[in-house]
């Protein structure tokens, strides 16, 4: 693989055809290394990473078994670090579909001052296929909020230097973007949605479509809400805490 400043990474638990829609949505001026990190897919999904993985710019990170979310991103943003010497992270789900000037939209709109993290703007409630996202026209309005969308997003290294990794207590997932978020805003950072940025979101699939994860999420969100509230003192938007657990620096 090349040495690349963006990487693309796109964990993935089954939902193969899904995967099949939005890989070939991938569009940058940027050069890029695409990561695949299979969680243990037993639809295919293995088979189809071996046929991409033979591109030279492609790695596929195989795993027996669903490490989680945020296991999943820890470890392809390391990996892009330490293997690729990545500074800029773009993490997409796979049942999105994204318009061809979303990620160097995003890649211009993280430089900005202080921002750290930038996301893309869902456009499924405003559209009657999802195909039609790819050919949208984008809004003239350059607008931006403060409400990122953790279904595709970009980060900077200087996150993880400032902020650092996902926390991995919450698991498989919920609850882990707002902690990252909390977090972001407690450095004095910024994690800003780019309102031009265009995504469609065909929305917790992989969840949806696995009797088995539908079970362990929702055993999982009980838990990770728990602990958020542990860790900082309230739900999101009620937190009370500066430092984790409430503990003095």
């Given amino acids: ?34 990561i695949l990190i299979d969680n243990g897919s037993t639809d295919g999904t293995r088979e189809y990473f071996n046929e991409l993985a033979k591109d030279r710019w492609v790695r ?85 909020s403060d409400a990122p969308d953790f279904s595709c997003f970009m980060l900077k290294k200087d996150a993880i230097d400032k902020v650092g990794f996902f926390d991995e207590r919450f698991f498989p997932a919920y609850f882990e973007d707002n902690d990252y978020h909390y977090r972001i ?18 929305g917790s699939r992989t969840i949806k479509e696995g009797k088995d994860i539908r079970i362990h999420a929702d055993l999982g969100y009980a838990a990770n809400r728990d602990y958020y509230k542990e860790k900082w003192g309230g739900k999101p938007g009620e937190e009370i805490y500066s430092t984790p657990f409430g503990k003095k620096e």
């Fill in 1 to 34: 693989m090349k040495k690349t400043d963006l990487a693309i990474i796109i964990p993935v638990l089954n939902c193969l055809d899904y995967t099949k829609m939005m890989i070939p949505t991938i569009k940058t001026k940027h050069p890029y290394n695409l």
């Fill in 60 to 144: 596929q990170i195989p795993f027996s078994e669903n490490r989680g979310v945020c296991p999943s991103w820890n470890f392809g943003i390391n990996f892009a670090i330490k293997e690729l010497n990545s500074k800029y992270f773009f993490i997409p789900n796979n049942d999105i579909l994204l318009h061809p000037k979303t990620i160097d939209l995003l890649f211009e709109a993280i430089k900005a001052p202080r921002c750290v993290l930038t996301t893309a703007f869902d456009v499924s409630g405003m559209v009657s296929q999802a195909s039609e996202v790819l050919t949208m026209k984008l809004p003239e309005k350059d607008e931006i």
């Fill in 185 to 202: 805003r407690l450095a004095g950072l910024r994690a800003s949605k780019i309102h031009r940025a265009l995504y469609f979101h065909y």
